[in-house]
């Protein structure tokens, strides 16, 4: 079993201000875990975690994929969550880019079918549309209607910014339509697949994976 990465450096008071890693962000953890042989097939160049948070999930995937051999970059909307991710990565002695900016808008066109891991644990809960948009703790959850409004906003960003090899995985529940969301990605030209699934309380958390689809 591969360690939880050290998060020692961040104190109960930062977790009022960034997203307190969760079921959904060890969910995630597991599904790496079990992902390790695929991913040191991969052999990432580049790889991208949207919506970083604390930097947890950013370290621990890190950690599989090794120092030297590719180029980590992690956005995320909240200042301080990017502030976050940076003091994590020195933690657990990782070098990664981090940018504060929407969504991967500061990536755009230049790492443009470029990346070949890329991954979003997304604000999934459904909320007002009102709530959708924030710059600051509530950006962690807020969803808007069925909790979908910046997963799709996402979603077309996957095509242009995979490379043909890449592979994409993200966090979702089971009111965020998973069918409906692989179906989207279908007409893209990504086959899918659920790596894992959880009852946490009362949710229902799944991790998909998306990669180009062969034919
Ligand atoms: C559910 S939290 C996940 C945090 C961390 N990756 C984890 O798994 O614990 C969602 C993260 O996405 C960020 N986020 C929300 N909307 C975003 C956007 N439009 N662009 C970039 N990051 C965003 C939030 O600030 C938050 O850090």
Redesign the pocket.
Known sequence: MLPTPDLSHLKKKDYEY??E?AE??FL?LDAFEDEVPFLKELQPTISL??????G??TAFVGKILGESSCLKYC????PK?ARATLGTAKQNQLTVDVIE???TDALLPRLQGQIDLMYF???YVLTPSEEVGSHSVE???AGGIDGRE?IDEFLPYVKRLLSPKGAFYMVVVNENKPDDIREIMKQDGFESSIVKTRLAGREKLFILKFVRSST
Not at 49 to 54: H, K, L, P
Not at 75 to 78: G, H
Request: hydrophobic share 35%; glycine share 6%.
């Open positions: 960034i997203y890693p959904d962000t995630f975690e949207v919506g970083s948070g604390s947890c999930v956005t995320d909307i909240n969550a900016t929407h969504l644990n997304p604000p950006a962690s959850w910046v």
